[in-house]
């Protein structure tokens, strides 16, 4: 059965940093484009960042918000992706999920940013 | 930035149609995505490419449209359909998804 199991968030102050990370099984990890989406207390959902596959390069893209924070990246070996988050505000307060090409979607993480 | 409306919220009897639209901005051909989320859960893809059924969704679940004007079909709805439900682009970068629009059952 495919899984993606989110893990790392928690409470941290602004400015600080925090780095999640998603354990992926079930499916062709390398073969898939792997994004995080966050989702603010009540509101929507977000694109935050995707990283393509080895033959694109392992391109990056990040959503305006994040760029220049947040840096997206991948180890096929263990199929993990992660988030570095840096310079972190009290609006990046969210769940965080990774997902498979959209297809397959983790629990999510939990990341407070608050003083 | 692609911006897609949807409607906040649609109240529909069990049984009969739900139907909810979401308009981009500018085209994105047929890449629109629907998704279902449910209280305290994570989304679930539903209908991909505009009107293609994910793995293991029911027929009841459907989506047409392209361009910019769109819409998702749940026929017959049932108790546990209530949830929000999401559009999404992934025609152009940023990839942006609708506000949601929350079904409730009359």
């Known amino acids: 059965a495919v899984q993606l199991v989110e893990s790392g968030g928690g409470l941290v102050q602004p400015k600080e940093s925090l780095k999640i990370s998603c354990a992926a099984s079930?499916?062709?990890?390398?073969?898939?484009?792997m994004y995080w989406v966050r989702q603010a207390p009540g509101k929507g959902l977000e694109w935050v960042a995707r990283?393509?596959?080895?033959?694109?390069?392992?391109?990056?893209y990040y959503a305006d918000s994040v760029k220049g924070r947040f840096t997206i990246s991948r180890d096929d070996s263990k199929s993990m992706v992660y988030l570095q988050m840096d310079n972190l505000k009290t609006e990046d307060t969210a769940m965080y999920y990774c997902?498979?090409?959209?297809?397959?979607w983790g629990q999510g993480v939990m990341v407070t940013v608050s003083s | 930035d692609i911006v897609l409306t949807q409607s906040p919220a649609l109240a529909v009897s069990l049984g009969q149609r739900a139907t909810i639209s979401c308009r981009a901005s500018?085209?994105?051909?047929?890449?629109m995505h629907w998704y279902q989320q449910k209280s305290g859960q994570q989304p679930k893809l539903l209908i991909y490419?505009?009107?293609n059924l994910a793995s293991g969704v029911p027929a009841r679940f459907s989506g047409s449209g392209s361009g910019t004007d769109f819409t998702f079909t749940i026929d017959p709805v049932e108790a546990d359909d209530i949830a929000t439900y999401y559009c999404?682009?992934?025609?152009?970068?940023?990839?942006?998804f609708g506000s949601g629009t929350k079904l409730e059952i009359k």
């Open positions: 999404q682009q992934s025609r152009n970068d940023p990839l942006t």
């Open positions: 079930g499916f062709t990890f390398s073969n898939a484009a």
């Open positions: 997902t498979a090409n959209f297809r397959y």
């Open positions: 490419g505009a009107s």
């Open positions: 990283i393509r596959t080895k033959p694109n390069n392992y391109a990056t």
């Open positions: 500018e085209s994105v051909r047929s890449s």
